[in-house]
């Protein structure tokens, strides 16, 4: 028998250590996504959830200590805020301002200007657009919801591609930062105080952890 044969009592016990990695694998992938949907869970059973954030991405730590950032922007986003949306341009500088003041960039702010109609771009591509909330959008809001942020992240390099976020009404105190805070890859932080938390009127202003 030459070096490089392998007898076919090997092979086979390489076959089964081979399948007992892929069970092993496959248990371990199905008890993280439980962990995950048990967390989502408990999340959703907290009283008074005030905002909500859709996104794509496909895993989610069960719990930490500090937000955790699902992506970082792969340029630095331009911020539009459309024509019906119910913010005033007093509120969205302040709102990029305190996320400015924590290390985040912005390349600028157009305020009712959109000569390229990113506004109704299902997919707009380096921007966080702000807008009034749509009948379809509506549908997927409780009704306590005061606001929904949409952000898309590249699952292979873990960048934000664009964000779209949705008032109901004229955002109340810190509910626009929070909403920024979603556009920029925060996810929820069950902290009291702290601007991530889900609920607006158990969250604040605490900042742990939000620092580019
Ligand atoms: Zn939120």
Known sequence: MDAGSIPATSTNIM??????KCTAY???????????????????ANELSATVYKTNIETLPAVAQEPTRAGNWKSTPVVIV???????????????????????????????HDPMNKCNNPEPHGYIIIKLVSKEVLADMEDDDLAVTYFFIENDTNEVTYAKVYFRNNPLERTLEHELGHALGYLHLNEPGHMMHHSRTRGGWKSSGLKN
């Not at 119910?86 to 985040?104: F, M, N, Q």
Request: glycine fraction near 4%; aromatic fraction near 16%; hydrophobic fraction near 50%.
């Open 15 to 20: 076959k089964t250590i081979n399948f007992l």
């Open 26 to 44: 496959a248990v371990s992938a199905f008890l993280l996504m439980f962990a995950a949907f048990v967390a989502i869970c408990i999340i959703d």
């Open 82 to 112: 459309c024509e019906n949306a119910p913010v005033t341009k007093e509120a969205v500088d302040r709102g990029i301002k305190y996320w400015k003041s924590l290390g985040h960039y912005f390349s600028s702010t157009q305020y009712h």
